[in-house]
């Protein structure tokens, strides 16, 4: 509860405020303020910072979020459906039905419930040159981004975008709108 606000050396605010245990910084001063004060949760639980809400009542919040999408999406046989498959129970992509079915089934045993399926809806893939060039200079010394030339980052995203025209890369991405039931025969 003890935030303090930062000033630069000609005795203007920094607009940045630290909390005074630890004297980590941050940009706004409730989230100083909040720094090393132990959240407690609505539920009255405590919980570990920087969250707001306890480890039980964030999962209740997912299962909820996870169970409204269900029920609001179509429903569509997976009989009538080809194609890539985002496994909600698995967390992850399958290129049809069948391979997620499987290994499902493998993991989990026979007599397991069907896993939570989405359809999914292909997308042309984008690349960002700024944040490759970041991603190339991470281990580099402090300000070699600044160095790298003037309008050099412009130039590598026309050619990327040039790339991306002529290559069309697709990935996929999960279509909630549209669940994919299964009967079990
Ligand atoms: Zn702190
Ligand atoms: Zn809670």
Redesign the pocket.
Same mark, same amino acid.
């Given at each position: 509860m003890n935030a303090a606000p930062l000033f630069l050396a000609d005795g203007r605010r920094a607009g940045v405020w630290f909390c005074g245990s630890c004297k980590a910084t941050w940009g706004c001063d409730s989230s100083a303020a909040m720094c090393c004060e132990p959240s407690v +949760?609505? *539920?009255?639980?405590a *919980?570990a910072s920087p969250w707001l809400? +306890?480890e039980? *009542?964030?999962r209740a919040d997912t299962a909820k979020l996870e169970q409204d999408r269900w029920l609001k999406a179509r429903k569509l046989d997976g009989m009538d459906y080809h194609g890539w498959v985002w496994s909600e129970s698995q967390d992850r992509f399958f290129r049809d039905i069948g391979e997620c079915l499987d290994a499902w089934f493998d993991e989990q045993g026979d007599g397991a419930d069907v896993p939570t399926m989405y359809a999914c809806k292909p997308f042309k893939m984008a690349f960002d040159a700024a944040g490759w060039i970041h991603g190339r200079l991470e281990a580099h010394y402090d300000g070699a981004e600044d160095d790298m030339p003037k309008g050099c980052f412009a130039e590598l995203q026309s050619l990327m975008d040039a790339w991306c025209r002529r290559n069309s890369p697709t990935s996929h991405t999960p279509d909630f709108g549209t669940a994919i039931t299964w009967e079990r025969l």
């Open positions: +949760c609505s *539920c009255g639980s *919980c809400k +306890c039980d *009542c964030r």
